[in-house]
């Protein structure tokens, strides 16, 4: 476990991180999808991949649904701790407790309330979204409906687009709001997808959160990983190489774990 002074020294890098991370263009980049109390992925990942020689973006959801999420969650802190620069850790919509309850949530519903306030403020210091200078975006989710990549950081908590962020799913069906998702989780289509990436000048968009959507959407430039045992589903990563710029997402390597 971390001790409160290390906690405090991760939250305080955390906070000038900011929302928005800007991904190096030097280094081969590890795209991560959701964890889930997966320890045993988390704990590969980084030793096929060692953040001396990577940068790793974890996608999100950390907690629930798998058998260790304390411990998920406490390497991946550790990780983050040693490799400030080299370790990302987005926000996943069950990193966002503070701002949603949801149910069921194993990791936070056996918490004192006093305990899940204070790993829910914790957590809400996480950033939202990686952005490569290749013309790639990492979210859990969906895309945020914004004029330009640099307002992500100035997104608030519990927005309409934190929500598109954090709970966004995607369907390949024609159209922009597939669901707006008042009681559930907001549904976006096609147009959606091509009309925001288009103002946003990306190439691609890798995100996690949905385990069994098709891995490949949108003619091949939405991308979406699951990296847990949580839901029997295959355990991916994504590397993207610096001297292949993508024009799809098929120009990641996709790898099983």
Known sequence: MLSPKEMDALQ???RREGRLISLSADRPTVFVGDTHGDA??????????SPRVHVLVFLGDYVDRGADSQGNL??????????????VLLMGNHEGWAVTPFSPADFWQRMRPDESQAWGAFLSDLPLAAHHPAGVL??????????????????????????????GDWA???GAVVD??????PTFGRDYFREVTARLKLKVVVRSHQPHA????FDDRCLTLFTSNAYGTTRHVALLHPERP????????LIEL
Not at 40 to 49: F, I, P, S
Not at 79 to 86: D, L, M, Q, V, Y
Not at 246 to 253: E, F, I, Q
Request: hydrophobic share 40%.
């Open 12 to 14: 305080a890098i955390m």
């Open 40 to 49: 045993d992925a988390t704990h590969e990942v980084l030793r096929r991949w």
């Open 74 to 87: 406490q390497t991946l802190l550790h990780a983050k701790r040693e490799h400030p620069e080299h370790v």
């Open 138 to 167: 990492a979210v859990h989710g969906a895309l945020p409906d914004v004029s330009d990549v640099s307002e992500i950081a100035g997104l608030e908590l519990g927005s309409a687009d934190w929500r598109k962020i954090t709970w």
């Open 172 to 174: 390949d069906v024609p």
């Open 180 to 185: 707006p998702g008042i009681h559930g989780r």
């Open 214 to 217: 098709p891995t490949y959407l």
């Open 246 to 253: 993508p024009r799809t997402a098929r120009d990641l390597t």
